[in-house]
Nanobody
Framework: QVHLVESGGGLVQPGGSLRLSCVASGSIFSLNAMGWYRQAPGKQRELVAN????????VYADSVKGRFTISRDNAKNTVYLQMNNLKPEDTAVYSC??????????????WGQGTQVTVSS
């Protein structure tokens, strides 16, 4: 079995910062791209940021460019999302996504359960 577990969410004031973490664990043979998505109430899930296995290529939603930074530690099977200058419109459930291959199984996308981020004064 494979598990993705996010942490680091919470309540923060506008202009504040949070750092999300997502750890992939279990029977993992290989881990490829990882990313963060978010879904606000009444809205569709959207890509926030994505990072390739080597960390050399990152993609960001226009709404978070210059404020959020995605990074990863392959030794720990962990991806991070540093969020600075948070705005109320960043309020959402943030979920981790990973393209990985478990032992004895095919490549597939896996999701974490999500962590709530609320930006409010």
């Amino acid at each position: 079995q494979v598990h993705l577990v996010e942490s680091g969410g919470g309540l923060v004031q506008p202009g504040g910062s949070l750092r999300l973490s997502c750890v992939a664990s279990g029977s993992i043979f290989s881990l490829n791209a990882m990313g963060w998505y978010r879904q606000a109430p009444g809205k569709q899930r959207e890509l926030v940021a994505n990072i390739t296995r080597g960390g050399t290529t990152t993609v960001y939603a226009d709404s978070v460019k210059g404020r959020f930074t995605i990074s990863r530690d392959n030794a720990k099977n962990t991806v991070y999302l540093q969020m600075n200058n948070l705005k109320p419109e960043d309020t959402a459930v943030y979920s981790c996504n990973a393209d990985l291959k478990p032992y004895g199984r095919n490549w597939s996308y896996y999701w974490g359960q999500g962590t709530q981020v609320t930006v409010s004064s």
